[in-house]
């Protein structure tokens, strides 16, 4: 099945991941409101710190959805789809801990 109509793994959790995100895009433009008004640099440092939070705890909620899904799914489909997925999921490991 291509990729684009496999049910991902945290579609159960949709709403939530879209919530949080709203909530972190709002926070964003708090951020650049801060930028124009002027706002204390440590302050808008402390906002940015959350926002990275924020955006950590949802990369980490999706890592566990691919892991329990994606990669469980490839492992019981196959040693070459596990491998994949288990590359998949080291390569964003990889990016996360770089950003």
Known sequence: MPDDEHQHGYIH???DYLKRLRRIEG??????RM????????????????????L???SIGLLEEHMQHCVVDAARAGEAEAREKVAEAVDAIARLVRS
């Open 56 to 58: 950590q705890a949802v």
């Open 35 to 54: 930028v124009e008004e002027e706002k204390y640099c440590i302050d808008i440092l402390t906002q940015v710190s959350a926002v990275t939070k924020a």
């Open 13 to 15: 959790r949709k709403d």
């Open 27 to 32: 926070q964003a433009r708090g951020l650049q």
